[in-house]
């Protein structure tokens, strides 16, 4: 059967990216950004194709600031600072400004929307333990 594709032909999108026929990605347009936001457990992530690098981030927490009546920035500040000595290789922990707790990583560019949807699942799963001790600390 001859494929009735040529191979950089766009079958489908997937957000910004055009999927080819044989699945390879591609952004959509010239000079997107192409990323995928998704949740995990309530968090925003993000998988993100820059600078031929896939990103991923997400925001694990929130460290709870002075101005809040009843909340304890130490039990928090101190599960946030056990993060980094376990995470895995290539993983950044950072502070956001607005005192969100950021996990963030690089992986090298999938080519294809099956490899990209398995590394946003291998990320989600392997920040289910920061997520359950923060969750245990009241972090939300």
Request: hydrophobic residues 45%; positive net charge.
């Amino acid at each position: 059967m001859k494929n009735r594709f040529p191979p950089a032909s766009p079958l489908l999108t997937l957000g910004p990216f055009a999927v080819a026929a044989d699945g390879t990605l591609s952004p959509r347009a010239p000079g997107l950004r192409p990323a995928i936001r998704f949740a995990w457990r309530g968090r925003i992530c993000e998988a993100l194709m820059q600078d031929g690098v896939l990103r991923l981030h997400a925001l694990a927490g929130r460290i709870p600031s002075t101005a809040e009546r009843g909340a304890d920035r130490h039990f928090t500040a101190r599960a946030v600072a056990e993060f980094p000595p376990r995470m895995p290789e290539g993983w950044l922990l950072r502070l956001t400004a607005d005192h969100r707790i950021a996990v963030e990583t690089a992986r090298p560019p999938r080519s294809t929307a099956v490899a990209l949807l398995g590394e946003m699942v291998r990320f989600a799963m392997a920040l289910d333990p920061y997520l359950d001790q923060l969750e245990g600390v009241g972090a939300r």
